[in-house]
């Protein structure tokens, strides 16, 4: 069984700063893509960053100079820093990624989500 475990959310002031981390646990082989993704309430989930396997980054245009995605592949874990929060990062961050076990089968898993609120 393949899953995916968020953690490092909660609640944080207006300019302060939150790591998320997320570990892939599991009979894995390999983990090609991984993703942070974020909900806000009423809102459709979107997109906050990506990471590939050989650490190429790519971010939504809201969170480019304040967030950083970094990955650790010894560990099957993913980072999100985030750092001058605002109000509006607000919502629940999921974690995503594609995952090869060594039964050569192929997996997109989601974490369970972890919650970040940002007070103004």
């Known amino acids: 069984q393949v899953q995916l475990v968020e953690s490092g959310g909660g609640l944080v002031q207006a300019g302060g700063s939150l790591r998320l981390s997320c570990t892939a646990s599991?009979?894995?082989?390999?983990?090609?893509?991984m993703a942070w993704y974020r909900q806000a309430p009423g809102k459709q989930r979107e997109l906050v960053a990506t990471i590939t396997q050989g650490s190429t980054t790519n971010y939504a245009d809201s969170v480019k100079g304040r967030f950083t995605i970094s990955r650790d592949n010894a560990k099957n874990t993913v980072y999100l820093q985030m750092n001058s929060l605002k109000p509006e990062d607000t919502g629940v961050y999921y974690c995503?990624?594609?995952?090869?076990?060594?039964?050569?089968?192929?997996?997109?898993?989601w974490g369970q989500g972890t919650q970040v609120t940002v007070s103004s």
């Open positions: 599991g009979s894995i082989f390999s983990i090609d893509k």
């Open positions: 995503n990624a594609d995952l090869t076990t060594f039964a050569h089968q192929w997996y997109r898993r």
